[in-house]
């Protein structure tokens, strides 16, 4: 009898624990206003939490090749984003993050990755004046009304010389080039930039200037007048010169110990990057997953640009420099140029199954990458997104960053890790890649 009694305690027990246990719930409408992603969240009782131990696990067991000792991850501000991706039988994903170290990752200059939510924006804002007639291959013209502004009356690298968005979207994730990121800033004006963005969700972003040109604060709140022409010569829109008056959030973001000023003089205090461009890890890899699947987002983070738009600059996200007619670069940047996860500063031969949609960046010693990872014959998939400090010696601009001996292994290394992983765990139902697979020789 208490045997019996035994028993069915035991079975009440587990009954109840079945019922009480917390369940993992993913949606997999790929219309639904809501993102379809669940995350692995901080554990606020001091438990190790599921990010921890994956994370823990991996730089252990990579600890040799990607090039640091645990610790040092907080002097290399190092950040990573890692997303798994399943499918299910109707090949819609739902997605599954790791981030370290979660909400506590400290400011870094993001360099060139502030151009992917420009470039989205610009096409953004193209629809906005569809009424205007313009499209991205609309003539563009950039005049000069201000100081330190300049002008863009052709583009030697256009089949006709007219420069268009377009062209600057191309240079811009082929090459990452600065000044087509600065005609973009101008067309779009800061405030409605950095408007939209915190309209979007990202709230912390600050884009307050251009790049690779040293303007003052005010300046770079004053752009361009830039007009719009069809082929035939005809004005189509006029916009004039833009000043923002918007007053942003004060902040304390410092880098280093150190820095060497404008006048090549050693200051030894941290630098002060507050009146810098800012956009944090977790914002720009969910900006990289609204336009590769723009279900893994909330509808009101999406960019309001067009399926064609969408495909465009996903095609020139993955093309390599050698594959584009117009603007041509020959041999002028090898294939792995501005891919820096998987590949880092590897300048062999790429590797035909794989392609890598991303968006890179490097200045100060920050080197930062957000990817979406294909590999086409292995049926894998994944986002991964990451940041390194490579400056080593915390002084700034003495021009003395280790991005060959720390920066680029490390990449490389963190990306060829998470492939690996990817490559062993087994998924439900493997993945249909078809629509990233491009055809890159056609210009368009």
Same mark, same amino acid.
């Given at each position: ?215 003052? &604060? ?10 719009? !022409? *069809? =082929?035939?010569?005809?004005? %189509? +829109?006029?916009? #004039? ?80 420099? &050698? ?10 940047? !090898? *294939? =792995?140029?501005?891919?820096? %996860? +998987?590949?880092? #500063? ?99």
């Amino acid at each position: 009898m208490h045997k019996i009694q035994y028993v069915l305690a035991l079975f009440l027990v587990l009954i109840a624990a079945h019922c009480t246990a917390p369940k993992r719930t993913e949606s997999t409408s790929v219309t639904s206003q809501k993102p379809i992603n669940t995350t692995a969240t901080e554990n606020m009782n001091g438990n190790t939490t599921p990010q921890e131990t994956f994370f823990k696990r991996l730089f252990t067991e990579n600890e040799t090749t990607l090039g640091f000792v645990p610790g040092k991850m907080k002097a290399y501000n190092i950040q990573v984003i890692y997303t798994q991706i399943n499918r299910d039988a109707q090949n819609n994903p739902t997605f599954h993050t790791y981030s370290y170290p979660g909400e506590s990752a400290a400011y870094y200059y993001p360099a060139s990755t502030v151009k992917l939510p420009i470039v989205l924006l610009a096409l953004q804002k193209l629809q906005e004046l569809k009424s205007k007639h313009i499209t991205k291959y609309s003539s563009m013209i950039t005049d000069a009304g201000y100081s330190g502004q300049t002008a863009t009356y052709n583009d030697p690298n256009t089949p006709d010389g007219r420069p268009c968005i377009a062209q600057y979207i191309k240079r811009i994730l082929l090459v990452s080039d600065n000044d087509a990121f600065n005609r973009l800033y101008e067309f779009l004006g800061q405030e409605y930039i950095n408007k939209e963005l915190h309209k979007k969700g990202y709230a912390s972003a600050q884009i307050l200037h251009r790049l690779d040109v040293y303007l003052t &604060a005010d300046e770079n709140r004053h752009t361009n007048p830039i007009r719009f !022409y *069809d =082929t035939a010569g005809n004005l %189509l +829109y006029e916009q #004039s010169m833009q000043y923002n008056r918007t007053k942003y959030q004060e902040r304390n973001d410092v880098q280093g110990n150190a820095y060497y000023d404008g006048n090549h003089v050693l200051q030894q205090k941290p630098m002060n990057f507050s009146g810098k461009n800012r956009l944090n890890l977790e914002s720009l890899h969910k900006i990289l997953m609204s336009i590769v699947m723009p279900q893994s987002v909330h509808a009101n983070q999406r960019f309001n640009i067009s399926e064609e738009d969408r495909l465009f600059v996903l095609k020139y996200m993955g093309a390599y420099p &050698a594959e584009s007619v117009y603007p041509s670069y020959g041999k002028s940047y !090898y *294939d =792995t140029w501005v891919k820096f %996860l +998987y590949y880092g #500063s590897d300048k062999s031969p790429v590797q035909n199954s794989i392609r890598i949609f991303n968006k890179s960046g490097n200045a100060y010693g920050q080197l930062t990458d957000a990817a979406y990872i294909v590999d086409f014959d292995k049926k894998i998939e994944f986002f991964l997104s990451a940041t390194i400090n490579c400056n080593t010696d915390g002084i700034l601009n003495d021009d003395a960053y280790d991005y060959i001996g720390l920066g680029y292994p490390f990449m490389k290394n963190l990306g060829n890790a998470i492939y690996r992983e990817e490559l062993n765990r087994r998924k439900k139902y493997l993945p249909n890649l078809a629509e990233y697979q491009f055809n890159f020789a056609a210009e368009n």
